[in-house]
């Protein structure tokens, strides 16, 4: 029994970075903040 559920763990570690065939499908751009200095956060991890 506790062989299979090492076997168990270490297929979804593998697994669970694995991409699926035919994912080559059109990806949005990402776009960042040009001042992230003047969000409250920016400005909470600045000081």
Not at 30 to 46: H, I, W
């Amino acid at each position: 029994m506790r062989a299979f559920f090492s076997l168990a763990l270490v297929v979804l570690l593998v697994t669970g970075c694995a991409t699926l065939p035919g994912a080559n499908y059109p990806k949005e751009a990402s776009t960042a903040l040009a001042n992230p200095e003047t969000t409250r956060l920016g400005r909470q991890l600045d000081a």
